[in-house]
């Protein structure tokens, strides 16, 4: 089983829509969880980071995590063409604090 | 304030050789960790340092090595380079040495190609 898992995509949605990513991870003593954006061809950007049970909004994006269910989320409401890019979910595992856990990335599309 | 600032941006080998790569990291941050990017894939972690000291390391072969220096910056070196070590090769810069409130900022990358 992977650490961090998302699927792979694409997502594609409509210009305006509400775009919903997804991620589980396995490790459940994981404290500290981070959406990265990456353009192809381009290096990570952080988008947000969350640390405790529930919603965190800023802007049109809301990143939601379940510690229960091991599962964080990030949406993006009214979706632009300029969202379209690879977004990577990553998580710092409990016994490990120095380093991040990536996993592979979803593709969004986002079409005009 | 300039962001991370990685050097080069591209770089071509042939196997065998030896590349090093390096990072400066945002003005004020102590802490620089390496991660290798494949194609497809999530960013997996090299090492890290905090303070000149390496804190932590991924599961790389030997060939991989790093250091970072007084003022912070940092470089990775990789030995005897294989085909499999093309790459991005991101520096990620953070305030602190680790501890779960460690976020960690992204330079552009260098992106390694090996022939």
């Known amino acids: 089983q992977k650490e961090v898992e998302q699927n792979s995509g694409p997502l594609s949605v409509p210009e305006g829509a509400i775009a919903s990513l997804n991620c589980t991870y396995s490790d459940r003593g994981s404290q500290s969880f981070f959406w990265y954006r990456q353009y192809s061809g381009k290096s990570p950007e952080l988008i947000m980071f969350i640390y405790s049970n529930g919603d965190k909004e800023d802007g049109r994006f809301t990143a939601q995590l379940n510690k229960a269910s091991q599962y964080v989320s990030l949406l993006i409401r009214d979706s632009q063409p300029s969202d379209s890019a690879t977004y990577l979910c990553a998580v710092i595992p409990m016994d490990s604090s120095y380093k991040l856990i990536f996993g592979s990335g979803t593709r969004l599309l986002v079409r005009p | ?115």
Do not use: M
């Open chain 2, 1 to 115: 304030d300039a962001g991370v600032t990685q050097s080069p941006t591209h770089l071509i080998k042939t196997r065998g050789q030896h590349v090093t790569l390096r990072c400066s990291p945002i003005s004020g941050h102590k802490s620089v960790s390496w991660y290798q990017q494949v194609l497809g894939q999530g960013p997996q972690f090299i090492f890290q340092y905090y303070e000149k000291e390496e804190r932590g390391r991924g599961n790389f072969p030997d060939r991989f090595s790093a250091r970072q220096f007084p003022n912070y910056s940092s470089e990775l070196n990789v030995n005897a380079l294989l085909l499999g070590d093309s790459a991005l090769y991101l520096c990620a810069s953070s305030s602190e040495g680790g501890g779960y409130r460690g976020t960690q900022y992204f330079g552009p990358g260098t992106r390694l190609l090996v022939l």
